[in-house]
């Protein structure tokens, strides 16, 4: 009998529960981790904020523009930006890292789960040095796609607007929308491939790269509900998220409390990872629901156990 398509949704939920220790640990560091680089993130910029507000304040306070004491005060204010802009960069590329090699965790401590091994977290770790390898060339080929895809749809929404040169045309706009929503759902559905791909060259080490995604789409090919089934739940949890931190963000914003706002970003970032560790404990489930033969499925399981 067929399993409804909905089945490794539960799966993933479940899968916790096999080994509790391992995941609980694994979602820790998780947490933490970006917790504490959140917290440092804010603890940067913090000040910044509050001198870049109070430089703007001073600015609108000058009448003449012409003056050297106003040209100063621009000067200091690009320089404040330009320091923002850094630290922002600086936060970016290490999330990008720690989110990356926990995920790479993520997915291995899955795999053997699901497969039945009890593994601790130090096992896990030990486990990946010979499998490292894979991911980072995988990882590689994603930002590579990801970046094609992004300067193509970009590319794609001037065009429509080069078409239609009038802005307040209502047909550009029409257009460019429809684009950005296709484009949207497009980029979600290949990021479940992509990140598939990443679990097989954690999983399956000798596919990694190219042959990595390709495996994914081969495997993903006849599980097309599944993958919009995904997709769907993720956007939905992630709107809901998104428009419940907006909310509240507006509602904050009448009342001065530092501490109230930093309980709301920590709040939101717990969120946001949640639903990402989920998402990885549901792409490998879907991974293994791919293979019905039960030879590959014990031969993956063969594989992740004796990497060393």
Same mark, same amino acid.
């Given at each position: 009998?067929?399993?409804?398509?909905?089945?490794?949704?539960?799966?993933?939920?479940?899968?916790?529960?096999?080994?509790?220790?391992?995941?609980?640990?694994?979602?820790? /560091? #998780?947490?933490?981790?970006?917790?504490?680089?959140?917290?440092?993130?804010?603890?940067?910029?913090?000040?910044?904020?509050?001198?870049?507000?109070?430089?703007?304040?001073?600015?609108?306070?000058?009448?003449?523009?012409?003056?050297?004491?106003?040209?100063?005060?621009?000067?200091?204010?690009?320089?404040?930006?330009?320091?923002?802009?850094?630290?922002?960069?600086? #936060?970016?590329?290490?999330?990008?890292?720690? &989110?990356?090699?926990?995920?790479?965790?993520?997915? $291995?401590?899955?795999?053997?789960?699901?497969?039945?091994?009890?593994?601790?977290?130090?096992?896990?770790?030990? =486990?990946?040095?010979?499998?490292?390898?894979?991911?980072?060339?995988?990882?590689?080929?994603?930002?590579?796609?990801?970046?094609?895809?992004?300067?193509?749809?970009?590319?794609?929404?001037?065009?429509?607007?080069?078409?239609?040169?009038?802005? +307040?045309?209502?047909?550009?706009?029409?257009?460019?929308?429809?684009?950005?929503?296709?484009?949207?759902?497009?980029?979600?559905?290949?990021?479940?491939?992509?990140?598939?791909?990443?679990?097989?060259?954690?999983?399956?080490?000798?596919?990694?790269?190219?042959?990595?995604? +390709?495996?994914?789409? =081969?495997?993903?090919?006849?599980?097309?509900?599944?993958?919009?089934?995904?997709?769907?739940?993720?956007?939905?949890?992630?709107?809901?998220?998104?428009?419940?931190?907006?909310?509240?963000?507006?509602?904050?914003?009448?009342?001065?409390?530092?501490?109230?706002?930093?309980?709301?970003?920590?709040? $939101?970032?717990?969120?946001?990872?949640?639903?990402?560790? $989920?998402?990885? /404990?549901?792409?490998?489930?879907?991974?293994?629901?791919? =293979?019905?033969?039960?030879?590959?499925?014990?031969?993956?399981?063969?594989?992740?156990? &004796?990497?060393?």
């Amino acid at each position: 009998m067929a399993k409804p398509s909905s089945s490794f949704l539960r799966e993933a939920l479940n899968l916790f529960s096999k080994n509790p220790k391992l995941f609980s640990h694994v979602y820790l /560091i #998780y947490i933490l981790s970006h917790v504490l680089l959140f917290v440092g993130f804010l603890l940067c910029i913090t000040p910044l904020v509050s001198k870049l507000i109070e430089l703007t304040k001073a600015k609108h306070a000058i009448i003449d523009v012409s003056s050297p004491e106003f040209t100063k005060l621009v000067n200091t204010i690009q320089a404040v930006i330009n320091e923002l802009l850094i630290i922002e960069t600086i #936060y970016y590329v290490f999330l990008f890292a720690i &989110s990356w090699f926990l995920s790479i965790i993520t997915y $291995y401590a899955n795999s053997a789960t699901y497969v039945g091994e009890m593994l601790t977290l130090k096992d896990v770790l030990n =486990k990946l040095k010979g499998v490292i390898k894979g991911p980072i060339i995988t990882t590689l080929f994603v930002v590579l796609s990801t970046l094609v895809y992004n300067i193509a749809f970009a590319v794609m929404v001037v065009a429509i607007f080069l078409y239609f040169p009038n802005i +307040s045309d209502i047909s550009s706009w029409f257009w460019a929308i429809l684009v950005i929503l296709f484009a949207s759902l497009l980029l979600v559905y290949l990021s479940i491939i992509w990140s598939m791909g990443i679990a097989i060259s954690v999983i399956e080490p000798n596919f990694y790269g190219i042959g990595a995604i +390709s495996r994914a789409t =081969k495997l993903l090919n006849g599980k097309r509900k599944q993958v919009f089934l995904l997709t769907l739940v993720l956007i939905i949890i992630f709107g809901i998220i998104q428009v419940g931190n907006a909310i509240l963000t507006m509602k904050l914003a009448f009342h001065d409390s530092v501490a109230a706002n930093w309980a709301l970003a920590f709040v $939101y970032q717990i969120l946001l990872q949640v639903l990402n560790w $989920y998402s990885t /404990i549901a792409i490998t489930v879907l991974y293994y629901e791919c =293979k019905q033969n039960g030879d590959e499925l014990e031969y993956t399981k063969l594989a992740t156990a &004796s990497i060393a």
